[in-house]
Every structure is written in structure tokens, then in C-alpha cells.
């Protein structure tokens, strides 16, 4: 664990923010990426007591970027170990008739296009080192499509079946790679999802919604398994949860 050096993207906020803070503890060197460069500075500040952060700011839906973001690493950085494609959001929560053509493409391109990109220029170290270990935050979302979910569900879908793929195609590489599947997590994502609205706080409400926390510790589970073990694809939801719309709630 100790010695790996790990990617993640959407370290500014949630889960991403989250499994940097638990895997700094370990002393792994991290590479932290993002769009918003203060927190990206906020959060370096914090966990150099613990570990080496690079960070690295940019825009997964800009390819050049993504590809450059990669290229700028410094030698010691440069062998990535674990890379962690987390970066995502939903945006918006519509009806097809009635769905926003910006928000589909925003899913798209930042949950699907993004994690290509940035897999792309991360996978051929990967495949000259012959080891490596890709962890794909999907959703429960991946799995079941639920009302006015259509696009955001589509894109988890698509990060699910591109994982099958990475893990087929990657197998005689020997390099590992998962999907991590949650359900409700208590993050910022439902302030992306509706724009700032205050519907956003009932999200969480009248149960108890998983943790960024228990996501990042899922992560670091999967990461310190032994080199034969590769966990493939794993699904959680809060307990009040059991499936995308079935939630007991208190109020
Ligand atoms: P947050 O909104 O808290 O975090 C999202 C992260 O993604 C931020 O760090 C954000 O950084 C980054 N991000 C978003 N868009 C871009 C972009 N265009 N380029 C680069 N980075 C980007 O949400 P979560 O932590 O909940 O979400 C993380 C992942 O978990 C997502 O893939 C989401 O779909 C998935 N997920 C979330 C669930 C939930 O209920 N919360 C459940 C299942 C899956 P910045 O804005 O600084 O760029
Ligand atoms: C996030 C969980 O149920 O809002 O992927 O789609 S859900």
C-alpha cells in the first residue's frame, strides 16, 4: 500500500475528496485532480503532513487536457499504481420529453468521455508495467434505470459495461480493474444534480444515506486486497435503501 502511487479524479468534493483523506493515512503518494484549483490547494495543504500530493487541475471533458494533465507529472509521480476515475455527477433529474440537451451532454461527456479519456492516457503505463489496478466509480444507477434517470443512468450503464471491457482487454496485462457501485451517498452530488435548488436538501432526509467515508473505506479495501485478488464489481446502498426507489424513510 505504502509505496503505490494513486490518481484520483473529483478529489475536490464527496467520495474522491474522502478516499484522498483515508489513503494519505496510508502514506500512499496521491495525485489529486479537479476543476476547482483552491480546494484542490486547500486539500494539498492538509494531507503533505501525511503523504506526497501532486495536484493537478483540469477538465476531464477536455481531452488535450486530460492528456496533458497526465504528461506533466513529475518523474516521481509519473508511475501510476492505482487510478481511481471517480470524477462525475448527474445533472438534472427529467423526463426524456423534457430533459436539458446541456445536461445530457455534461453526463456524457464528463461521466463517460472523461473517464476514456483520462484511462487513455493513464492504461499504457499501465500495460509497459504490465500491473496496475483501475477503479471505476459507477452507481447503482449502472444497474437498474429509474424514473427520470435516463440519461444520468445511461452513462452509469456505459461506466459499468466500459469496465467489463477494460477488464477483459486488460486481464493479460495482468492489471486489475473494478467498479465500485453505490447507492444514495450524502456528497455534493445532489447540489450539482439540481443546480443549487433546495430540493437538493430533502435527498438525504428522513434516513441515513451512505457516507463519502464508507465509500473511501470500500476503496482502500479493494486497493490493499493481495495481488490475486481483484474485487470486480461491487454494489452498496444505505440499509434504509433497497433499491432505486424503494427508501424507508422516518419523515
Ligand atoms: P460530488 O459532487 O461531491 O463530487 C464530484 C467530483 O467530480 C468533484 O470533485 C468534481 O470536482 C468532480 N468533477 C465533476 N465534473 C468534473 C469535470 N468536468 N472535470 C473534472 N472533475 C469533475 O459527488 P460525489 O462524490 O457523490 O460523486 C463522485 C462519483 O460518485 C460520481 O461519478 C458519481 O456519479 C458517483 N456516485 C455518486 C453517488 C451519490 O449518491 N452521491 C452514488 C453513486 C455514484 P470539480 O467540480 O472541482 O471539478
Ligand atoms: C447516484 C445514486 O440513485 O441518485 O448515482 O442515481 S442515484
Redesign the pocket.
Known sequence: MKNKTVLI?????????ATAYLLAQSGMRLIL????QS??ETIESELSKFTDIHTLT????DKAACFEAIESLPDNFKTIDVLIN?????HGLDPIETGSIEDWD?MM???VK?LLYVSKAVIPGMVNRQSGHIIN?????GKEVYPKGNV?CAS?HA?LAITEGMRIDLNEYGIKVAAV????????????RFKGDAIADNVYKGYK??Q?SD?AEIIGFIISRPAHVNIADLLVFPTAQANSITIKKTL
Do not use: H
Open positions: 479524479t473529483g478529489a475536490t468534493s464527496g467520495i474522491g475528496k485532480c479537479g476543476r476547482r480546494r484542490l483540469f477538465d476531464v471533458r471517480n470524477a462525475g455527477n448527474a455534461a461527456d464528463i461521466n472523461g466509480i459507477g452507481s447503482s444507477a444520468y452509469k461506466v457501485n453505490p447507492g444514495l451517498v450524502e456528497t455534493e452530488f445532489s447540489k450539482v444515506a451512505l463519502a465509500i
